[in-house]
């Protein structure tokens, strides 16, 4: 098992950028794919970017293409994602989640971390 702590979170306005970690402990870290998932208010949980276990491989959804990047130190076994040019509809908290493979479903991971909120005021 991974134990996953995400930080980085806050209130932000539109425009604006957020970096959050998620620090990892555990199971070797270098070997997880490490996706970040958010889910917003009445809606179901959603992927935002995924990363492979050595990075060689990336994945962003189509709503933060472009505004969004992950990257992870596996010295650090952290795992970050750069969120810019933030709109009010990325309001949601953010769990990061570790696998054993690479992937765009949330049932493709096994361990989550408790989540961390991201407000964007307009």
């Known amino acids: 098992q991974v134990q996953l702590v995400e930080s980085g979170g806050g209130l932000v306005q539109a425009g604006g950028s957020l970096r959050l970690s998620c620090a990892a402990s555990?199971?070797?870290?270098?070997?997880?794919?490490m996706g970040w998932f958010r889910q917003a208010p009445g809606k179901e949980r959603e992927i935002a970017a995924a990363?492979?276990?050595?990075?060689?491989?990336?994945y962003f959804a189509p709503s933060v293409k472009g505004r969004f990047t992950i990257s992870r130190h596996n010295v650090k076994n952290t795992v970050y994602l750069q969120m810019n040019s933030l709109k009010p509809e990325d309001t949601a908290v953010y769990y990061c989640?570790?696998?054993?493979?690479?992937?765009?479903?949330?049932?493709?991971?096994?361990?989550w971390g408790q989540g961390t909120q991201v407000t964007v005021s307009s």
């Open positions: 989640a570790s696998g054993r493979v690479f992937g765009t479903r949330s049932e493709q991971y096994d361990d």
């Open positions: 555990g199971r070797t870290f270098s070997i997880y794919a």
């Open positions: 990363i492979s276990w050595n990075g060689g491989i990336t």
